[in-house]
C-alpha cells in the first residue's frame, strides 16, 4: 500500500516509517498536516496514519480536508495520539476515521491495522472494478491483492510468531487439532475460552488461517474497547442518513467487513448485555437487519 505518515514527532516517525517499509509498504513521511496535502495530490494513497495534535493543521482537521480533495473519499484515515480520550475517539470516528490508535503504537497493533486496511481497499477497489465491468481489470486487481495479502500476513506471522509455533503437550496438541477440524467448517461458532496471556488469539487466527492458504478477511474487534454508543454501529454497520455526524454513504459494520472470513470477538464478556442479545440472534439465525 501508498501510505502518507503524518508526525511532527522526528523519531516516532522515522521508527514506524520504517516498520511499516519493511512491511513491503511505500511510506511518505510529512511533519504538519500542511506539507501532508501537498504531498496527497501528487499521489494514490491508500492509507493516512496522522498524529492528533501537530502544530497548524491538527490530526481531525487533516482528515476532514483530505476527504474533500479528489480521491481523499477512497482513502482510510487512522488518527494516532497519546491522548486518549473517548470523546476525542468518537470526534475522529464520526468526521471519516477509519480506526484510532494510541501513541506508543503497538507493533502487533500496527500490522493488525494495516491489514484490515488493505481489506478494506481491496473490497474497495474490486467493487469499482466489477461496478464498471471490466474484466481484465478484474483478474488484475485480484492478483495484486492476493500478492499483497500474501505478504501482510507472512509478516504478521513472523511478528506473532504463528509460522514456529511448538506445540508438545498432549492438551495442546488436542487443541490444535481440534483448531485444523474448525477450520475445515468454517459455518460453526468457536467460543475460545482462557486466561490472559494463554493464546486465545493465536488458537483463532490459527482457526482462520490454518496451515496457510486462507484468503478470506479476518476481522478482529475488541468489545472492551468500544462503548455501547458506537459499538452497535461498529459491528453492524449503518446506512447514509440513520443518524446525525454519520458518514453520507452510510458505513459497513465489522460483520460485513468479515463475509466470507473470520470475526474475531475479543473480550466479548466486557459487551453490553443488550448487544449479546443482538449478536446471539445473528450467531443463530446468520442475518440481520440494518
Not at 482528515?63 to 480533495?69: C, F, G, S, T
Not at 486496511?117 to 495484486?144: C, D, G, I, P
Amino acid at each position: 500500500m501508498n501510505i502518507l505518515l503524518v508526525d511532527d514527532e522526528e523519531e516516532s516517525r522515522a521508527a514506524l516509517g520504517e516498520f511499516l517499509r519493511e512491511l513491503g509498504h511505500h511510506v511518505v513521511e510529512c511533519a504538519d498536516g500542511a506539507s501532508a496535502l501537498a504531498c496527497f495530490g501528487t499521489q494514490e494513497f491508500h492509507l493516512v496514519l496522522a498524529d492528533l495534535r501537530m502544530p497548524g493543521i491538527t490530526g481531525i482537521e487533516l482528515l476532514r480536508r483530505v476527504k474533500e480533495l479528489p480521491g481523499g473519499e477512497e482513502a482510510d484515515v487512522i488518527i494516532c495520539t497519546g491522548y486518549g480520550d473517548m470523546e476525542t475517539a468518537i470526534q475522529a470516528l464520526r468526521a471519516g476515521a477509519y480506526d484510532y490508535l494510541l501513541k506508543p503504537v503497538n507493533i502487533e497493533e500496527i500490522v493488525k491495522v494495516t491489514e484490515r486496511v488493505a481489506e478494506h481497499q481491496a473490497l474497495k477497489r474490486e467493487n469499482r472494478v466489477l461496478t464498471a465491468r471490466f474484466a481484465e481489470a478484474v483478474e488484475e486487481a485480484t492478483a495484486e491483492t492476493k500478492e499483497e495479502l500474501d505478504r501482510l500476513k507472512e509478516a504478521y506471522y513472523r511478528v506473532l510468531g504463528l509460522g514456529r509455533i511448538g506445540v508438545f503437550s498432549p492438551v495442546l496438541k488436542r487443541v490444535f487439532a481440534q483448531a485444523k477440524k474448525l477450520h475445515a467448517d468454517r459455518s460453526i461458532p468457536v467460543l475460545i475460552e482462557g486466561e490472559t496471556g494463554t493464546g486465545k488469539e493465536v488458537i483463532a487466527r490459527y482457526i482462520h488461517y490454518g496451515d496457510g492458504g486462507a484468503t478470506g478477511p479476518f476481522v478482529d474487534i475488541n468489545c472492551a474497547a468500544l462503548v455501547s454508543s458506537v459499538f452497535e454501529s461498529e459491528l453492524f454497520g449503518y446506512e447514509a442518513g440513520t443518524f446525525t455526524g454519520g458518514l453520507p454513504r452510510g458505513k459497513k459494520g465489522k460483520l460485513d467487513m468479515a463475509a466470507g472470513g473470520t470475526l474475531f470477538l475479543d473480550e466479548i464478556t466486557e459487551m453490553p448485555v443488550e448487544l449479546q442479545a443482538k449478536l446471539l440472534r445473528v450467531i443463530q439465525e446468520k442475518e440481520y437487519y440494518r
